[in-house]
């Protein structure tokens, strides 16, 4: 079972350093395709000469067209996309391939994430949940990273065609996870930690472009999902509360860092928390109205 690992790049040539080599040590049949815009930062001294990935360097219309350029050149069985501030944690794939390989009627797999700082510390762990429609569009947070999603490439790329909606410059992979229920598409969890994100400051989550696709996404709701979005939310809280995800035992964890990019760093986590303090926002009914185009 190969792997296709897609990595859209453009002026992250610090992160990417660290990206790579927790994709090349997972031990699987896969290949890593980087998908990078033209940078200028120094990334195209070094990237195209690394044996580890299939650069592709050209210009592309933003994220989601680089993750979709990849996707159409990929030829893995299991797909993903892995940002340059992310990593994927020691034996990911190999967890990922397994549970593929038991749940043969699974066509999309959500797995559990942790948040660190720009120096690997812990943040916070986000465990996956099933997504649903209304909670997916009116409270600002999806249930889950795409860092830690997977999916087999026969139903979702060759059969239905699910690429990303390159409308879409930040909220793609909430206006993709709304495709694949409305396609019905089979989605499981996977219940471990196999990638780490970094809280770096600068992710395009927290850009003008966010705040506007917010506002745009929330106003595509019901008016009855809009009206009541606190019992929404409080919905999907009652279900992290009855999957007993509010309770995590200390655990470590291993990363690349800027200080050790050649060697993961173990980190210990005494104190494990759900709540991303750093990554408060607004709630979406508050944003500003999406300008007019």
């Not at 079972?1 to 610090?14: A, D, E, K, W, Y």
């Not at 044996?51 to 592709?56: E, F, G, I, S």
């Not at 510390?121 to 889950?144: D, E, F, G, K, Q």
């Not at 009206?227 to 007993?244: F, I, T």
């Amino acid at each position: 079972m190969r792997f296709s690992i897609i990595t859209p790049s453009f002026r992250s040539g610090r992160w990417l350093k660290l990206c790579i080599p927790s994709v090349a040590d997972q031990g699987v049949e896969l290949e890593h395709l980087v998908q990078d815009a033209v940078s200028d930062d120094g990334t195209l001294d070094w990237l195209p000469g690394d044996r580890r990935v299939t650069a592709v360097v050209e210009k592309d219309q933003g994220m989601y067209d680089a993750v979709n350029c990849g996707l159409r050149r990929s030829t893995g069985e299991i797909c993903a996309y892995l940002n340059c501030d992310e990593q994927y944690l020691p034996g990911a794939l190999r967890a990922v391939q397994d549970f593929f390989a038991s749940h043969p009627a699974i066509d999309v797999v959500f797995a559990d994430t942790i948040v660190v700082d720009p120096q690997g510390s812990y943040l916070c762990h986000r465990p996956a949940l099933l997504p649903t429609r209304h909670h997916s569009m009116v409270t600002n947070n999806l249930a889950i990273l795409t860092c830690a999603t997977f999916f087999r490439r026969r139903r979702l790329l060759e059969q239905d065609a699910l690429y990303f909606d390159t409308h879409w410059r930040v909220l793609g992979d909430a206006a993709w996870v709304l495709r694949l229920l409305d396609k019905r598409v089979a989605l499981g969890v996977l219940r471990r930690r196999v990638a780490s994100f970094a809280d770096t400051g600068e992710n395009l989550c927290l850009g003008p472009n966010a705040i506007r696709e917010q506002r745009e996404m929330y106003l595509a709701a019901p008016w009855w999902a809009r009206r009541l979005h606190h019992l929404v939310r409080m919905k999907y809280r009652l279900r992290k509360l009855s999957h007993g995800l509010y309770w995590q035992k200390p655990f470590s964890y291993s990363i690349y860092t800027t200080l050790s990019p050649e060697r993961r760093v173990e980190f210990k986590v005494e104190h494990p928390t759900a709540r991303w303090t750093r990554r408060v926002a607004s709630s979406p009914e508050n944003l500003p109205l999406p300008s007019k185009r």
